[in-house]
């Protein structure tokens, strides 16, 4: 699984500090996915998507 983060973070760091294997806050300031959702991870991804509060986090399929 992987994750996507579309358009319009702003920045409130929720995802990584939820899944920080999966999620990391860049230079800019915004989220970035910089690895792959294992299955072990796929519980914290998940979590973590469903706490954005823009709703612009995606776990999908390879
Ligand atoms: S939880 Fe959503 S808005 Fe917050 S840093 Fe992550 S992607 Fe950006």
């Known amino acids: 699984m992987k994750a996507i983060i579309d ?3 702003i920045g ?3 995802c990584a500090e ?3 294997e999966v999620f990391k806050m860049n230079d800019d300031g915004l989220a970035e ?3 792959k ?3 072990e991870l796929e519980g ?3 979590e973590a998507a469903d706490s ?3 709703s612009i ?3 999908e399929e390879d």
């Open 7 to 9: 358009d319009g973070c």
């Open 12 to 14: 409130c760091g929720i």
């Open 18 to 20: 939820t899944c920080e």
């Open 33 to 35: 996915a910089f690895a």
């Open 37 to 39: 959702v294992t299955p």
């Open 44 to 46: 914290s991804a998940q």
């Open 52 to 54: 954005c509060p823009v």
């Open 57 to 59: 986090i995606h776990i």
